[in-house]
Structures are given as structure tokens and as C-alpha cells.
């Protein structure tokens, strides 16, 4: 495999992991336009991803970067992209203003080198036309999707998870991030595989629609998951999951195109630094906090 890692200048050199982890990455856009960074934390995955960025761009494969985070991870990226690339840009943060100001700051995108647009996730909880026809005519040009925390999208019945996935599918490439693929059960991967390349699991007759999507999810859990009839007091019956099966199928299905590491198989990492934090409590916290403590002796 050729060492894409090296085709850029670090500014911190990257470990073996995350080499790595930049290989298989740059190998899966360049022959799928997909893959997945399944690493726990401490690994560097948000290094990892902008860092496969930046060689896609010195290939000339990549124009322009979008990055879907939750909101409380935010101001993590606008740390992580100067203290870990070369990219002279300035993020802008979608937010549903109509200002001028605002306004010139998004139409900028359009004339920077390597613009880098960051959502959050919950913007995709309600529709929003005026986001989705901006992405469509920002993904003219080839455009990387970052999705972080990736195992937020499991619940393909919602709406935000169809709208997130259908926003961005035009995308030349998407990885996603997260340490716990699932949180819940192995199924929680049917949707971040189905944002990563629409299709995956089952193909598409025609034309990509939610109401596909949602056929595609009820073949998959009816072939991966154990259900149980469950009968209540009323007289009513109804299905619930109780385990899984054929676990090992849904892990060669995905073997491919997702690198998924742990901390404990890579013993190069430094050793953890832990703080103890001292935070003085306010008069309301201080109250609650006796109130709990009396009625816990009690």
C-alpha cells in the first residue's frame, strides 16, 4: 500500500495508528469515496481525518471540507484544524441567520481556496431547504463530509437521520468518527454505514428516499435482530428486540471500509495524565447538594 501518510508536512508527526488509519482512508475514498474511522478516544481520530484531507487536497482530489459535529464538540474542530494542518482558512459555522454580515461571510466559501463549512448535527432536526440547496451547490465541487460522533445517527426511524443522510450523499467523500460504533447493539451500524454510502447494505432499485431507507432498516433488523412477542395486561401484543445474530456477518460486511482500532492494541500511546479538578459549589448547588445528603441519611 503506498504511504499516503507521508505526502503532507505534520505538524506533529503522527503515530503508528493513526499512519495507519490515514492509509486505509485515503485508499477507500480514492477507490469507493467512503470510509470509516472507528477509533476510541486518545487515538487521534479528529488528527487523523484532517490530516487525510490535506492529502487528498495535495492530490488535487479535494476542494472543500464540511465537518457535521454535535453542538457541544464545536469549538473542538476550530481548535484542532490550526493545531493540526496547514490550512490558512478561517472555519464558518452555519447558523440559520439572514444577516448581511452573515450572508457575505457564507458566500466567501465559494471564493476561498479550501473553504471549510462546520454544521452541527442538530441542525438536521428540522428541515431546512435553504442548508440543503447551499450543500448541493457546494458539493459541485469534490467535498469531504466529516461526521463526528457518528453513533448519534443509530435511530434511522427519526427524521434528523434520513435528512442528514440525504443532504449529503451528492458528497464526493464521507467518513465518519466515533470510538462506540455502537452503544446499544451491533445494529446501531445499519445507519452509519447508510450515511457513508446510501446503498450499503441492500441496493437501491431506483432513486434514493427515506421510505427506502426505512425498507433497507426493517430487512436488516429482520435478519440481524432476535425479536420477542411480549403480551401485556390489556391483552395487547407487540415485538420488542431482545438480542442479535449473525454478528460476525455484519463485521465482514464492514471489514473493508472502516479502520477500527483500539487503545489497548497500540502500546506506543502515552501514558494517561489524570487532574483533580476542585470547583467550589454556588449557594443553589450547595443547597441541593445538603438536601440530598439528609434525605440519604434519612
Not at 36 to 64: F, I
Not at 112 to 120: A, M, N, S, T
Not at 255 to 267: A, F, G, M, R, S
Request: glycine residues 4%; charged residues 30%.
Amino acid at each position: 500500500m503506498v504511504e499516503h501518510w507521508n505526502k503532507i508536512e505534520h505538524k506533529f508527526a503522527p503515530r503508528d495508528n493513526q499512519k495507519e488509519a490515514i492509509n486505509n482512508c485515503v485508499e477507500g475514498f480514492t477507490q469507493n469515496g467512503f470510509h470509516g474511522l472507528l477509533m476510541e478516544m486518545s487515538l487521534g481520530k479528529t488528527k487523523t481525518s484532517l490530516n487525510v484531507a490535506e492529502v487528498m487536497k495535495e492530490y488535487n482530489a479535494l476542494n472543500r471540507l464540511v465537518i457535521i459535529a454535535p453542538k457541544a464538540i464545536q469549538s473542538v474542530w476550530l481548535e484542532e484544524i490550526p493545531l493540526h494542518t496547514h490550512l490558512d482558512v478561517k472555519p464558518v459555522i452555519w447558523e440559520n441567520k439572514k444577516t448581511r454580515k452573515y450572508q457575505q461571510e457564507v458566500s466567501r466559501l465559494f471564493t476561498e481556496e479550501f473553504p471549510i463549512l462546520i454544521i452541527r448535527l442538530e441542525m438536521f432536526q428540522k428541515k431546512n431547504e435553504v442548508m440543503q440547496d447551499f450543500l448541493k451547490v457546494f458539493f459541485e465541487k469534490p467535498t469531504m463530509v466529516i461526521l463526528d460522533e457518528s453513533s448519534k445517527i443509530k435511530n434511522v426511524t427519526t427524521q434528523r437521520t434520513p435528512r442528514l443522510i440525504e443532504a449529503v450523499k451528492d458528497a464526493a467523500y464521507r467518513t465518519i468518527l466515533t470510538g462506540t460504533p455502537w452503544t446499544e447493539s451491533p445494529l446501531d451500524i445499519f445507519s452509519q454505514m447508510e450515511f457513508l454510502h446510501p446503498g450499503f447494505w441492500y441496493k437501491y432499485s431506483g432513486e434514493w428516499s427515506p421510505k427506502v431507507l426505512k425498507k433497507h432498516w426493517y430487512l436488516f433488523k429482520n435478519r440481524y435482530a432476535i425479536m420477542k412477542e411480549i403480551r401485556t395486561g390489556e391483552g395487547r401484543t407487540f415485538k420488542t428486540m431482545v438480542g442479535t445474530r449473525r454478528v460476525e456477518e455484519i463485521a465482514r460486511k464492514i471489514q473493508t471500509h472502516v479502520t477500527q482500532q483500539k487503545k489497548k492494541d497500540w502500546l506506543d500511546l502515552p501514558e494517561k495524565i489524570y487532574q483533580t479538578l476542585h470547583v467550589e459549589m454556588d449557594k443553589e448547588q450547595a443547597l441541593a447538594y445538603k438536601t440530598m445528603k439528609e434525605k440519604l441519611i434519612l
